[in-house]
């Protein structure tokens, strides 16, 4: 893989900006930062609902540690909208309350644009609980497909081929962790539901935290920004 300076740019300004999230001890205490940036792209939006911690059936659910800084990246280097949770704990889990106020900020800005694309960026660790026992499930990337509405299998594909490329173990559709998105009130089925394709990417924690190996960002940053730019390409 050679590195490009995109790629460069997109990993420097993650851990800037993680580090932000950092110093606040992920509880969303800056929460002067806009929680929607519109890009130059606005037919194209990637979130991040679980880059803080975050409110789940009353108890405080640990950050999905960054995923909130990736998505200010690559929003920010590559020009696309965002729209990442900056307080995870004044309202309920927004991949699961339908009517959480970010989800009503992005319907009231019309986004994603004409019927776009939703990309909502994730964290898993290596084990997963299934019929009561946790086991290593294997994966370096779930793509969940929600109920696989307009073009959200076509966008998980050309994600998948990109994480694939760089030789990360790909579950697609969810079908080994179960990690599908067809939770009602997940981000994915949300914009689904408004006539939008969307997928859920759970990106697995050697990849995305702060003592992780720098190459094994660089392999998850290459991976998206490649298959980002092909979603872009098929969505315009």
Known sequence: MTISATDRAVLGTWEDREEDFAAAQYSGKFRDAPEIVIGEETGLVLSAVHGVKHKRRGEIKEEDEGTGGLCSALGYVLGLTTAIV????????????P??????????LSLPANGGVLVDLHGMSVRRKKGGQWSEHGQDIVIGLGKDLGNSRAVGELLRDAFIEQGL?????????????????????WAQNLGCSA????????FRQEKSDRQEKIRLVHSLINGLRAVRKMSC
Do not use: C, Y
């Not at 900056?86 to 309350?97: I, R, T, Y």
């Not at 173990?169 to 089925?189: E, L, N, S």
């Open 99 to 108: 009517d959480h106020p970010i989800k009503t900020d992005l319907a009231n």
């Open 169 to 189: 173990v790909v579950d697609f559709g969810g079908d080994i962790t179960t990690w599908r998105a067809q939770g009602t009130g997940t981000m994915t089925m």
């Open 199 to 206: 997928v859920q990417i759970e990106i697995l924690d050697r």
């Open 86 to 97: 900056h307080d995870g704990e004044l309202a309920n889990d927004a991949n699961s309350d």
